[in-house]
């Protein structure tokens, strides 16, 4: 009997250990990032891209550089290597000229990895109203007071770009609540910004980050303010795991009828994403931008990216050469499914187009960075860089 029993345990022991063993291979990082110096004729499409909104980004980008490191995987060097193109970008006439002249071009790549996955978002329309009454009953909250956010960069380098959001309790860091509990309770120590007529509305501006709202009759920014730490599930692989859509068929747009077509069971599918996104209103200024992204700055239509910030840095040029959107973009916004070395997030800016656009995109490509020629001479043909 004991003998039997051993038998058993031994099996189970190393059962376990093999599905832990095909856990870790199959999660494995894709390897160091590498960089290549190429020229800028190996860009696809270099010459017939049109750089001037991705120099009225780098721009604005250069207004908020400060001193120190770039950030990322460390390959950016300092702030100081970038005042000299921030200067002359000031003046520059030729965009793409610019960029030829002040930059070398590198192939981002990362075990073998060459290409990856390009998507887009973009910025809602919303309807909503201060006071709660008729449809406007979904409300959208500020950040909460008791929300406490730690980067945990300030504690060790090899954690740059990451974070984690909690409450106290005493003197311990707790998770904070997930959505359904949100949703089911509410947060009456949040401050209320206003209440939207449509759920789904709101579930999609937490997912795009940022929006506008028609509040009351005065059109406003919603802005994002801060998270409420918990991991991020894109409802497209809840919808497909539970059979209710097809993975060849999932679209922002299908989603959304999908949602708005089932409203009960619609809930339980948003609320299976834990992830709870804060606001703050703003006026709209500059019509033609976006919200501020992560880097502090107004985000272009077709110009920004968003990126993964424990590999790349914030305020970089980037080149996309994928099937769908493609050409030159400044590195300004994060995302929670932005994660790996060859991978992308265009912004498409605000309104019913945009939208459109940034729901079907999905497109394998290529990604590029370009470097100041300081840095480019430090880093030589290659270089690896570790993983986060």
């Not at 832990?20 to 290549?36: A, D």
């Not at 406007?136 to 956010?149: A, E, F, K, N, S």
């Not at 206003?194 to 009759?217: E, N, T």
Request: glycine content about 14%; charged content about 20%.
């Amino acid at each position: 009997m004991k003998k039997g029993a051993g038998f058993i345990a031994l099996l189970l022991f190393l059962l376990l250990a093999a599905g832990i063993g095909w856990v870790w291979w199959s999660q494995q990082k894709p390897g160091p990032l590498r960089l290549t110096r190429v020229t800028f004729d190996d860009l696809p499409g270099w010459t017939h891209n049109d750089a001037a909104p991705a120099l009225a980004a780098f721009r604005r980008s250069c207004a908020v550089l400060g001193t120190g490191a770039m950030g990322g995987a460390g390959y950016a060097g300092t702030a100081r290597d970038w005042r000299g193109p921030c200067d002359r970008a000031a003046a520059a006439k030729n965009a793409r000229r610019f960029f030829e002249q002040n930059f070398t071009p590198f192939a981002i790549g990362a075990g073998g990895q060459k290409t990856g996955l390009f998507t887009g978002y973009y910025e809602p329309q919303l309807r909503g109203s201060r006071k709660r009454h008729g449809r406007y009953q979904t409300p959208v909250y500020g950040l909460p007071p008791d929300l406490i956010r730690v980067d945990l960069g300030l504690f060790s380098p090899r954690f740059h770009g990451e974070h984690v959001s909690g409450r106290l309790a005493g003197q311990k860091l707790v998770p904070y609540a997930p959505r359904a509990v949100i949703d089911q309770n509410g947060l009456p120590e949040a401050p209320v910004l206003f209440y939207g007529d449509d759920p789904v509305a709101i579930f999609f501006l937490q997912i795009q980050g940022s929006g506008r709202v028609m509040l009351d009759g005065q059109p406003m920014r919603v802005a994002y303010a801060g998270e409420n730490g918990q991991p991020y599930t894109a409802i497209g692989h809840t919808l497909v795991a539970r059979g209710a859509l097809a993975r060849s068929e999932l679209s922002l747009q299908t989603i959304r009828a999908w949602l708005k077509a089932h409203p009960e069971a619609g809930r339980a599918v948003m609320e299976s994403d834990k992830s709870f996104v804060f606001f703050r209103l703003a006026p709209v200024g500059d019509a033609a931008l976006g919200s501020p992204g992560a880097e502090g700055v107004n985000l272009t239509p077709l110009a920004s990216l968003a990126v993964d910030p424990r590999l790349h840095p914030l305020g970089a040029p980037f080149f996309v050469a994928s099937d769908g959107p493609g050409g030159l973009f400044v590195a300004q916004d994060i995302g929670g499914a932005i994660r790996g070395p060859v991978r992308g997030d265009v912004f498409f800016g605000f309104g019913n187009d945009a939208e459109r656009r940034a729901g079907t995109t999905k497109a394998e490509g290529r990604l590029f960075v370009l470097l100041p020629d300081a840095v480019a001479a430090r880093l030589g043909p290659a270089r690896d860089f570790p993983a986060p």
